[in-house]
């Protein structure tokens, strides 16, 4: 039987207007999703902006958030940052704060090989004493956790799950198929607008990032997969689409926060003149 099942929404960090976690709204998403019966949480994943989060930061989030869950599902935790040191450090603040899992991707920023990137998760592994997700998301560490590497750490017990943002079905299909045998292994699927395709594929999970907005109306879907309605799953998946088309371009938004927050902590900085930057007629070179 898989070890985590459901609707686990990767949830949202937001934000004052001077870019600082607004702990007060945070409360409120977290209540509005376990109000909307979702089955788990994921905390600083891509969609919570994990990245951009010192570690202090990050630490005060989680203890916020499995304070506020008290117990009632469980919460994964995002150990996400270049290096498999601070991977592991991120991973045991989780641990020690209550997290049921860790979410971890493959190393980036330092091109890994296959090889390489298996030995990063057995030392996350080694690490901890609560189980590992592995996170596939090329579009955002430009590396694609080959179905080689899932399968054979899933079988050695070094991954415990996969939470796949790829966007690749076919493997996806495939590492459910090569895993089916393995007692607790789950796979659970990124998407938010095939989600009724990939649960009848078999994917254990969903983790929508639109369950911020609709929890209870992916928990509805979830249901009806699970006693094997897809025509009525597909209806109501089709509901999904306005608000993906409608979302607002994430790239632009985090240049508006960056830039905002830059002339925030700078602001009494002068301009910094770089050496190659185009000078008009009466400026002075620097």
Known sequence: MPLFTGVVPPVVTPLTPSFEVDYSSFTRVIDHLLAGGVHGLFLLGSTSEVVFHDEDTRQRIIEHAIKQVNGKVPVFVGAIDPATDRMIRHAGVA?????????????????????????????????????V??????????????????????????????????????????????TADIDGFFAMTGSEIVVDSMLAMGAHGVVPGLGNVDPAGYVRLWNLCQKGDFAAARQGAGTALPAVRDRPHQPAAHQRRFGRRWRVQNRHAQPRRHRHQHHGPSAAPA
Do not use: W
């Open 95 to 131: 641990a020690a704060a209550g997290a049921a899992a860790v979410v971890v991707t493959a190393p980036f920023y330092t091109r890994t090989s296959q090889p390489e990137i298996a030995d990063h998760f057995r030392y996350m592994r080694e690490a901890i004493d609560i189980p």
């Open 133 to 178: 997700i592995a996170y596939d998301i090329p579009v955002c560490v430009h590396t694609k956790l080959e179905r080689d590497t899932t399968v054979t750490l899933a079988r050695e017990g070094t991954i415990a799950g996969l939470k796949d943002s790829s966007g690749d079905d076919g493997n996806f299909r495939y590492v459910l198929s090569d």
